[in-house]
């Protein structure tokens, strides 16, 4: 199983952008899907995440502002960021629970700057 992620970019304060991550192999199960993002000197931390009752769960300064959303039928995850600022400038990697192993797409960058 691999994860794609791809839609990183730079955009200008109160921009949007839309990060995409597709999954692919042999896919059984997808219990839950994640984006989390790392800057640098600090943890990564969970940004917004997805379980497959449909619940959703967000990092709470970004609540109001990005949108997770999966599609179970094509395996993939969006996020979509809105009112971006430059402290949301970080390396963005989409995380899914996938026939209950732990998978990892590779980063994408996201920098918010005049």
């Known amino acids: 199983v691999q994860l794609q992620a791809s839609g990183g970019g730079l955009v200008q304060p109160g921009g949007s952008l839309r990060l995409s991550c597709a999954a692919s192999?042999?896919?059984?199960?997808?219990?839950?899907v994640a984006w989390y993002r790392q800057s640098p000197g600090k943890q990564r931390e969970q940004v917004a995440r997805?379980?497959?009752?449909?619940?959703?769960n967000y990092l709470d300064s970004v609540k109001g502002r990005f949108t997770i959303s999966r599609d179970n039928a094509k395996n993939t995850v969006d996020l979509r960021m809105n009112g971006l600022k430059p402290e949301d400038t970080a390396v963005y990697y989409c995380?899914?629970?996938?026939?209950?192993?732990?998978?990892w797409g590779q980063g994408t960058q996201v920098t918010v700057s005049s």
């Open positions: 995380y899914g629970r996938i026939n209950r192993a732990d998978y």
């Open positions: 192999g042999s896919i059984f199960s997808v219990s839950i």
């Open positions: 997805a379980a497959s009752d449909g619940s959703t």
